[in-house]
């Protein structure tokens, strides 16, 4: 099987060209490499020379130095091409005028994970609308959606509940790549961009991350495998609870748990069909930063064994579930603030769904709910098509 080429390979072969004179901006971070691991920095700079102006960074960093939920990122000076790196993740998540007026053609280049909460998107949305207000140039490096494009699941995001963490109703794991996304998003929002994709090559939506042959640089701190990325769309649940999603440890989202946890109760209240494609390990671990910090954690390794059968998003539900059931008195949702909204519950905008955490309260299965959004889900996936740009 071939390598797949992401968007910046495909770019160094003849793209390039066509922005030759123009005046450039580039949002990338340090996972923003071709298969050489060559920065999208490095190469648009060596092929269009003093092209570069301006440096934009995620949530995170450009570097992909900072932790989650509003730690937030200072704009800096790149030393090496001496020009300016702006935080998108900092006072304000949105370019300005003032720094777009430095260029004709903002360059994207993003590795998503394939999950709705993923705060890449929303990024990435922000800068379309900016420049289209500018009647200005949007070009996106498309990357792999690392968990494949063929599966979907979980519900779609209720629109009362849109924010940084979700900005369009899509379902948890969404099955789709940055391009996808920034089609749909041009689409249903009437943006009117001037946007151009330049897509993978030999990319198609049956692959999962291991497939496509690349390496797999982390595109943030919490997110160091390819195995992270595949429990994500699940394991993201317990930022909204008072249980570690893992931060602290060295697996985050695989591992996660909380001082009080019964583990073995709550391995026996679950079904088999619950875990189908996975293995959950009984462990203990002391975090070192972010919940219980310095406490002896008890609670699960995922083990993905079967990517196909595996449904991360109805595992983790179940979990949750069996866990609110067993330990009524200690668990407890997280409060806000969470990504920069103040009033709102971080598990509602979690779940996209506010009546989903009113279900699980009320002692609701998860599987009883996933009735819920079938219909929705299927539309979405009929829906969808048009926007896809791999088979």
């Not at 595109?219 to 390819?226: A, D, K, R, Y």
Request: glycine share 8%.
């Amino acid at each position: 099987m071939n390598r797949v080429l992401n968007g910046l390979d495909v770019f160094q072969q003849d793209y390039w060209k066509k922005l030759q004179g123009r005046r450039l901006g580039l949002l990338s971070n340090q996972a923003s490499l071709d298969r050489h691991l060559k920065s999208s920095k490095e190469v648009i700079s060596r092929l269009l020379p003093n092209q570069l102006k301006v440096l934009f960074g995620p949530q995170h960093g450009y570097g992909g130095e900072d932790q989650d939920n509003m730690v937030e990122t200072n704009h800096a000076l790149d030393r090496e091409l001496n020009i300016p790196i702006f935080s998108l993740y900092s006072r304000v998540r949105e370019p300005s005028d003032e720094v777009l007026n430095l260029i004709d053609v903002l360059i994207i280049d993003l590795q998503d994970v394939g999950t709705r909460v993923y705060t890449f998107a929303s990024t990435m949305l922000s800068c379309l609308r900016a420049m289209a207000g500018l009647s200005k140039k949007v070009l996106i490096l498309d990357r792999p959606n690392p968990l494949g494009g063929e599966f979907v699941e979980g519900n779609l995001l209720k629109p009362e509940l849109y924010s940084f963490v979700g900005p369009f109703s899509l379902p948890m794991r969404h099955g789709l790549t940055m391009g996808e996304m920034a089609r749909i998003f041009d689409h249903v929002f009437q943006i009117g961009s001037d946007l151009d994709i330049v897509p993978m090559r030999g990319w198609d939506r049956r692959m999962q991350w291991a497939d496509t042959r690349n390496k797999w640089v982390m595109p943030s701190p919490n997110m160091p495998l390819p195995e992270t990325a595949q429990v994500y769309p699940g394991q993201v649940i317990w930022e909204g609870t008072n249980l570690s999603e893992g931060r602290g440890s060295c697996r985050p989202f695989e591992v996660f748990g909380a001082p009080f946890l019964d583990t073995a109760r709550v391995k026996q209240m679950l079904s088999p069909e619950s875990t189908a494609g996975c293995y959950l390990q009984e462990v203990s671990f002391r975090p070192t930063f972010n919940k219980w910090e310095g406490e002896i954690c008890h609670g699960f390794m995922i083990h993905v064994l079967d990517q196909s059968a595996y449904r991360p998003f109805g595992t983790s539900l179940a979990l949750l579930a069996s866990i609110m059931d067993i330990h009524r008195e200690q668990f407890d949702w997280k409060s806000p603030p969470y990504e920069y909204e103040f009033k709102k519950l971080p598990i509602d905008m979690i779940l996209g769904d506010i009546s989903l955490r009113r279900k699980l309260e009320k002692g609701e299965k998860p599987f009883q709910m996933e009735e819920m959004w079938t219909k929705d889900l299927n539309d979405f996936i009929e829906w969808r098509n048009p926007f896809l740009l791999y088979a």
